[in-house]
C-alpha cells in the first residue's frame, strides 16, 4: 500500500466522510498504480465502515475499485475464484457481516459481471437479504424497523439480479428453490412489495412452482 493511499484513508477515517478531493486522490492513486493490491482493498473495505454519510459517488468507487480487484479480467470473461470469493466473505465477517448497501451491491455486481462466480459467494448475498426481510435490520434497511416479515421492491430487485445473473435462471437449482420458499412462508401476512408476486410467478427457473 502506498503511503498516500494510507495518509488518505487515515483521514478520512478520523472525518467520517470522504470530500470530493479526497475521493479524487484515491481514483488518481488506484489507476496510477494499474491495479489495486490485497491491502488497499482491505483498506477500502475497513474505510467505508467508518462512513456516516456515505455519498453515491463513494459507493461508486467502492464498487468499481473492489470489483478490479475481485475479477480476474486476464482472460475473455471474468472470473472470482474461490479463494478470492472466500477473502471477501471472511474480511466482511471479520467487520462483523454485511452491514452496507455498498458491500452488498458489490457482490450483486461480481455476481453479474463474473461468467463463473463461487455460489459461496451468491449464498452469503442471499443471505444477508433473507436476514433483512426477517429482522426489519441490515443492508438493505434504512432504519432498523423489526416486526413482521416483509419483503420490499429494492430487496426483490436484488434477488432477481442475484437469481438472474451470469447464465441466468440455470443457477437457480435447489438452493434458490428453497430460499424463495422460506421467504414466501416467513413473509405470508406481511407487507410484501407486489415484485415479490411477479419475481416468484417469473418463468423457467426461480419459482417454487414452476418447473421447466
Known sequence: MTIQFADIAHAT???GEISAPHLLALRQLEWDAGRIGREEA????????????????WTDFFVEALSAY?????????HCSEDT???LTDALDALGGMATMAELELLVRVIERAERVPEALRRYALEA???AVLTGTGPTRVSARPGTPRIT?????LVRR??????????AGP???????????????GDNSPEWRALLDAPCGVSPSISC
Open 42 to 57: 482491505e483498506e477500502i473495505l475497513a474505510l467505508n465502515r467508518t462512513l456516516s454519510r456515505p455519498s453515491g459517488a
Open 70 to 78: 475481485l475479477l480476474d479480467g486476464s482472460g475473455a470473461r471474468d
Open 13 to 15: 477515517a478520523a472525518d
Open 85 to 87: 470469493a472466500s477473502w
Open 153 to 157: 421492491g429494492a430487496e426483490c430487485r
Open 129 to 131: 437479504i433473507e436476514a
Open 162 to 171: 442475484i437469481l438472474f445473473a451470469g447464465a441466468g435462471p440455470a443457477h
Open 175 to 189: 438452493s434458490a428453490t428453497e430460499f424463495l420458499s422460506r421467504i414466501d412462508r416467513a413473509t405470508r401476512g
